[in-house]
T-cell receptor, first 112, second 114 residues
Framework: NAGVTQTPKFRILKIGQSMTLQCAQD?????MYWYRQDPGMGLKLIYY???????DKGEVPNGYNVSRSTTEDFPLRLELAAPSQTSVYFC???????????FGPGTRLTVT | DQQVKQNSPSLSVQEGRISILNCDYT??????FLWYKKYPAEGPTFLIS?????DKNEDGRFTVFLNKSAKHLSLHIVPSQPGDSAVYFC?????????????FGKGTHLIIQP
């Protein structure tokens, strides 16, 4: 049972480049989330999804896009990378309201 | 404006003693609280949670206390072990039970001294 997996683990982007961070879960969870963690800070919610085809903005959505075509996958797209997007990105999933969220190992992204 | 505050960036405790990590919140709509533990280069892992209808929840060495009137919760670890050295995050969710995500504090780095 892999839980929540994220790829890549590390990535360096140049300003203006685009990329997709992949997230997959094998727990059949309906709810999925993307967070970012800046140094010395807590995690902040970027986007979330309560089921396939349904997504919504979190606290810090600017510069990102998501899609949820299947229950298992929840990719995060950066269209025009900026230095302010340098961060560690965590994907999480949950069985529903009142349940804990399970996190992936994270993707460390540097934009230079 | 931080809605979940962990005012101690770090805490050092001797092995075998009690570790007490504190968390304050400002949003009275929060009704579900969680503690996560995080090792370097890994994702956060769930430790323990508490609903606002309770004031205490216990799981082995971990106990979480909730004081709603003071908007304060704490995590007690007894006895503290070397493997407990990690960053601990307090998190909260609203009436939706976390469907719209969690609000995290900045974390407290717990160091267990041998």
């Amino acid at each position: 049972n892999a839980g929540v997996t994220q790829t890549p683990k590390f990535r360096i982007l140049k300003i203006g480049q685009s990329m997709t961070l992949q997230c997959a879960q094998d727990m059949n969870h309906n709810y999925m989330y993307w967070y970012r963690q800046d140094p010395g800070m807590g995690l902040k919610l970027i986007y979330y999804s309560v089921g396939a085809g349904i997504t919504d903005k979190g606290e810090v959505p600017n510069g990102y896009n998501v899609s949820r075509s299947t229950t298992e996958d929840f990719p995060l797209r950066l269209e025009l990378a900026a230095p302010s997007q340098t961060s560690v990105y965590f994907c999480a999933s949950s069985a529903g309201t009142g349940y804990e969220q399970y996190f992936g190992p994270g993707t460390r992204l540097t934009v230079t | 404006d931080q809605q979940v505050k962990q005012n101690s960036p770090s805490l050092s405790v001797q092995e075998g003693r009690i570790s007490i990590l504190n968390c304050d919140y400002t949003n009275s709509m929060f009704d579900y609280f969680l503690w996560y533990k995080k090792y370097p280069a890994e994702g956060p892992t769930f430790l323990i949670s508490i609903s606002s209808i309770k004031d205490k929840n216990e799981d082995g060495r971990f106990t979480v206390f909730l004081n709603k009137s003071a908007k304060h919760l704490s995590l007690h670890i007894v006895p503290s072990q070397p493997g407990d050295s990690a960053v601990y995050f307090c998190a909260a969710s609203g009436v939706g039970g976390g469907a719209d995500g969690l609000t995290f504090g900045k974390g407290t780095h717990l160091i267990i001294q041998p």
